[in-house]
């Protein structure tokens, strides 16, 4: 039996990537699921497959982690059953363009900021007392290498994921006497929707990215999120960073 037969887990952006990856590899841990993200219909879909395939509870939830008032009314309008959360995994997140400061589009800053920064704030914020007062619990923040090392043409993205590094290191010591376990996993290039998104569409651009090596999959990073979630109740992997074996820092890549 795992660990994770029978916890909760509150997963943020569930429908895509390497929240959609998590969302199936707690389950067949055997880990009930609480799913979140802004397109509903996808949600479902994910949870009557899971529900199909695993012997496990799911609950998807339409949120826009940026509208703190709906971050607040979900969490507290929480049936009596999904209350207790043992697991929240902060992965909602996205990238825009990829420009020099002075020539980048300030729309894109925002949806990043609200999203990245101010999105899992919201959600830490409203899920975080409850294991406080039970004197238990886990947090695991999906990173990024951005948040470790800056880059030419990605100032405000790199913040945001360096905001994600700060707030995790300072939840850990606000927490240490709390017995909550503060992680987390900071993946280097992951071939997802994320370029698409962040070249708005452009699915060349985005192919080129990851264009002449093996990139990640959102179930390398899926693995390794397990991994932190499942260690014994004294071992908390605070940080976890993982590249391609092509990869050895944020613009160091080997293409074939």
Not at 11 to 29: D, L, P
Not at 187 to 209: C, H, I, M
Request: hydrophobic content about 40%; proline content about 4%; charged content about 25%.
């Amino acid at each position: 039996m795992s660990r994770l037969t029978g916890k909760t887990v509150f997963i943020t952006g569930a429908t895509s990537g390497i929240g959609k990856s998590c969302v199936y590899a707690f389950a067949k841990e055997g880990a009930n699921l609480i799913i979140t993200a802004r397109r509903i219909e996808k949600l479902n879909e994910i949870a009557e497959d899971i529900k199909k395939t695993f012997s496990v509870s799911v609950l998807p939830l339409k949120l826009d982690v940026q509208k703190r008032d709906e971050v607040k009314k979900i969490v507290a309008d929480l049936p009596e059953e999904w209350k207790k959360i043992d697991i929240l995994l902060n992965n909602a997140g996205l990238g825009r363009g990829l420009n020099k400061l002075y020539e980048d589009n300030p729309d894109g800053w925002d949806e990043m900021i609200d999203t990245n920064v101010k999105g899992l704030l919201y959600v830490t914020r409203e899920i975080i007392p409850q294991m406080v007062e039970r004197k238990n619990g886990h947090i695991i923040m999906i990173g990024s290498i951005a948040g470790r090392e800056p880059y030419s043409k990605g100032a405000v993205y790199c913040a945001t994921k360096f905001a994600v590094n700060a707030i995790t290191r300072s939840l850990r010591l606000d927490v240490v006497d709390k017995n909550i376990r503060i992680s987390t996993v900071d993946p280097g290039l992951v071939e997802t929707g994320f370029s698409e998104v962040r070249f708005y569409g452009d699915t060349e651009t985005a192919k080129n990215v990851y264009k002449g090596l093996t990139p990640l999959v959102g179930d390398d990073i899926a693995d390794a999120v397990i991994y932190v979630a499942t260690r014994p109740a004294h071992v908390n992997i605070a940080e976890m960073v993982v590249f391609p074996t092509a990869q050895a820092a944020a613009t160091t890549v080997h293409r074939e």
